[in-house]
Antibody, heavy 127, light 106 residues
Framework: QVQLVQSGAAVKKPGSSVKVSCWVS????????ISWVRHIPGQGPEWMGG????????DYAQKFQGRVAITADESTSTVYMEVTGLRSEDTALYYC????????????????????WGQGTLVTVSS | DIQVTQSPSSLSASVGDRVTISCRAS??????LVWYQQKPGKAPNLLLYGASRLESGVPSRFSGSGSGAHYTLTINNLQPEDFATYYCQQYYSDPVTFGGGTKVEI
């Protein structure tokens, strides 16, 4: 089964940016679709956005539009999620997760749930 | 966005118990619901999809039911490894949204 391994914890200043990586254990990143989910302790998880590398298309939750960018590097099987304009409220665990289903040649058959997930990356925003 | 409310937020149970967790959406979601289990320090793990379909490798003591806007996760014969937090997620409409979680404690 595909595994997702994320970069380590980060501490950032308000107003700065953070870029979290998610390495996917596959030789064909185009066969997958990866999403990012934020989890603030005590709250429910929150879908942020996702990417379909086969088409290089992204979509984002309205809340994060313009502040989050998701990219993919097929050569290293890595997906990145960058958040700009960080504020203290962005302190959270950030997970990458594979969307159920997959992509072949020119089509994708994707479901909107997630398995497996990366181990999570704690981002702390503090002055 | 569809709001998803889980209840209770936490519960105490014993090994061998039957546990029921509720997930209520703000509108009907046509069985477009999944359940995850999350243990401390670990990533969420998919248990069921389509409201009642067991993910491969998940023990049969886990089951899901429901319709319309109200769904239930049932754990029969609770085992020590089942003490965790459980989340539901709807995928009926974008954006997908999650419940606030139910912590199952001893």
């Amino acid at each position: 089964q595909v595994q997702l391994v994320q970069s380590g914890a980060a501490v950032k200043k308000p107003g700065s940016s953070v870029k979290v990586s998610c390495w996917v254990s596959t030789s064909n990143l185009k066969a997958t679709a990866i999403s990012w989910v934020r989890h603030i302790p005590g709250q429910g998880p929150e879908w942020m956005g996702g990417i379909i590398p086969l088409f290089n298309t992204t979509d984002y939750a309205q809340k994060f539009q313009g502040r989050v960018a998701i990219t993919a590097d097929e050569s290293t099987s890595t997906v990145y999620m960058e958040v700009t304009g960080l504020r203290s409220e962005d302190t959270a665990l950030y997970y990458c997760a594979r969307r159920a289903g997959g992509c072949m040649t020119t089509r994708c058959y994707l479901d909107k749930w997630f398995a497996p997930w990366g181990q999570g990356t704690l981002v702390t925003v503090s002055s | 966005d569809i709001q998803v409310t889980q209840s209770p937020s936490s519960l105490s149970a014993s090994v061998g118990d039957r546990v029921t967790i509720s997930c209520r959406a703000s509108q009907a979601i046509s069985n477009s619901l999944v359940w995850y289990q999350q243990k401390p320090g670990k990533a969420p793990n998919l248990l069921l999809y389509g409201a009642s379909r067991l993910e491969s490798g998940v023990p049969s003591r886990f089951s899901g039911s429901g319709s319309g806007a109200h769904y239930t996760l049932t754990i029969n014969n609770l085992q020590p490894e089942d003490f965790a937090t459980y989340y539901c997620q709807q995928y009926y409409s974008d954006p997908v949204t999650f419940g606030g979680g139910t912590k199952v404690e001893i």
